[in-house]
């Protein structure tokens, strides 16, 4: 059930199909909305005032619409959700009233995504989006009864945390024969920025004399825009080593000199445009061929706790919303430390 938008008038309305009390087929039609938002919330609204009527018809292909066009979500985020839904809900789901799903059913689909997919954490994922569309219907729809919550959570699995050692990494970066691939996978190491948030760097963004970058946005690997950053603790001043500031300097100097028209508005790597990402990580592969770029973010955490530096710091510094994440992630390499922790006691 989703708004559409009257080109003629260029406002948005909605149009609801549903059953009354008695079992007859109505239609709500309204429009005159300024904005698709507007006519989403208004159309929320008339769904949750008619319940019951309404709820006995809903099948959870109608939900999964309503939810993907009720939130805010960016575009990577609504395609990795259909997807999910396509590939593991809507073919066992979809078609069935909301009212009619029942504990058995989700037992056997926890079943199914345990041994379907490759890992908990993916399983977990998908029961997850399932979950937010019975929450989903139990607000809008007036959902009385969750079978979710009738069975146990599905178990976490450990998470797959692959990091090279600076030493390792510092030899084998070398190895990059592409103008600037090279840099920018050793800008990743040692910030922990996120690959968009690098390629999404200007050159306004660098402040070389306070030792800083600015992360404020990040770039769209698939659509090739800038977007926000993924959370609102990504947003954040970061601090460089001096090794950095001499690299980003002489980058910064070799573009001005050689790019007609540089200004501040520039991409560090790039220029007008980010380099393209498909063709940096087919390189990177080349050099790192067992290591996933993330894992760049996952070394300079793991390097920032094998030299100590406080976990709360790490929080920070890695751009974390709370510190259970950096403990739920980075926690066991804090294990190996306990023993060392030990001999302020024996000076």
């Known amino acids: 059930m989703p708004v559409y938008k009257d080109k003629e008038r260029k406002t948005w309305y909605f149009k609801v199909r549903y059953k009354d009390m008695y079992g007859r087929n109505k239609q709500k039609l309204k429009r005159g909305f300024k904005k698709r938002g507007d006519a989403i919330l208004a159309e929320a609204e008339f769904v949750a005032s008619i319940k019951d009527a309404f709820t006995d018809e809903v099948t959870f292909d109608e939900v999964f619409e309503h939810n993907i066009n009720f939130k805010t979500y960016k575009p990577k985020t609504i395609r990795r959700r259909t997807n999910e839904y396509n590939l593991h809900i809507k073919p066992r789901f979809g078609h069935i009233k909301v009212k009619d799903i029942n504990t058995q059913q989700v037992l056997d689909f926890q079943k199914y995504l345990s041994s379907s997919l490759s890992s908990p954490e993916s399983a977990r994922t998908v029961y997850s989006n399932f979950k937010v569309l019975m929450n989903h219907a139990k607000r809008f729809y007036n959902l009385r009864y969750d079978p979710t919550l009738q ?196 000076d």
């Open 151 to 346: 069975v146990p959570t599905m178990p976490r699995g450990k998470k797959r945390i692959d990091f090279i050692k600076r030493e390792d990494f510092d030899k084998r970066v070398q190895e990059f024969n592409m103008h600037y691939y090279k840099e920018l996978t050793i800008l990743m190491f040692y910030t922990g920025l996120r690959v968009g948030e690098a390629l999404a760097l200007k050159w306004i963004d660098i402040d070389l004399a306070e030792h800083q970058i600015n992360v404020n946005k990040s770039w769209s690997l698939n659509e090739r825009v800038l977007t926000s950053v993924k959370t609102a603790a990504s947003e954040a001043i970061v601090p460089i080593p001096k090794l950095l500031v001499g690299m980003l300097g002489g980058i910064k100097k070799e573009s001005a000199e050689k790019t007609y028209g540089f200004d501040e508005n520039h991409f560090v790597f790039g220029g007008i445009t980010p380099y393209h990402y498909n063709h940096y990580h087919k390189k990177y592969k080349e050099v790192f061929p067992e290591l996933r770029i993330h894992s760049l973010r996952h070394s300079y955490a793991a390097y920032l706790i094998n030299k100590g530096v406080d976990i709360y710091l790490v929080k920070e510094l890695m751009r974390h919303e709370n510190i259970k994440e950096t403990a739920d992630t980075y926690g066991h390499l804090y294990i190996e430390r306990k023993q060392k922790a030990m001999s302020v006691f024996d």
